[in-house]
């Protein structure tokens, strides 16, 4: 990309991925705020925004700030091959932490009732209903929440995978790869 590329393109990453810095120190303060996040589904999400957290940070300061800070030598060097095993690492627990999520979700849909001795249910307003209605009711929101955290993540592997093959200029290489990477990370935690 030639400089004034660049410039621009560091730019949105660092908007993107300061913007998700935050949602995701949100998303951390939330599940320590609220009692009724304080079981394994709660410690998965602290797990996924802490994740996403990390590699946002490596966005901003390594990929966004560090380009104009750091020799091009270091990003090949020694420090570079960390900065980006550490990056892998942060990747691969995000992934563990969608695969316990998912777990978590199954395991509350084919026995919700079960689920409670396991999955603290301590805060939910059960009155008087029916427990095919509550059982109704657990499902749905789980299944909702299933549905917007998973459909970010479909949407980027399709950007990623198949629409950046017919990419005819950086720019929408760049939209396509770079940029909805760092814009699920932003809004995954």
Request: glycine fraction near 6%; aromatic fraction near 12%.
């Given at each position: ?55 946002l940070f490596v966005f ?130």
């Open positions: 990309l030639p400089m004034i590329d660049l410039r621009i393109a560091c730019s949105l990453l660092a908007v993107i991925s300061l913007i998700g810095l935050v949602a995701n120190t949100i998303a951390i303060y939330a599940v320590f705020r609220y009692k009724h996040l304080h079981n394994t589904f709660g410690a998965l999400c602290v797990v996924l925004a802490a994740t996403n957290f990390g590699i901003v300061v390594w990929s966004s700030i560090g380009t104009y800070l750091f020799a091009a030598e270091t990003f090949t060097g020694t420090i570079g091959k960390v900065v980006g095993q550490i990056t892998l690492f942060l990747l691969f627990a995000k992934d563990y932490a969608h695969l316990g999520i998912s777990i978590n979700r199954l395991f509350s849909l084919m026995s919700p009732f079960k689920a409670s001795a396991a999955i603290d249910l301590s805060s939910a307003s059960v009155r008087q209903k029916r427990k095919t209605q509550i059982g109704f009711f657990i499902q749905s929101n789980l299944f909702t929440q299933s549905l917007c955290q998973m459909v970010p993540l479909i949407l980027m592997y399709i950007s990623f995978d198949i629409l950046s093959r017919f990419a005819s200029d950086d720019w929408e290489l760049y939209g396509t790869t770079t940029f909805v990477w760092a814009l699920l990370h932003a809004v995954d935690g």
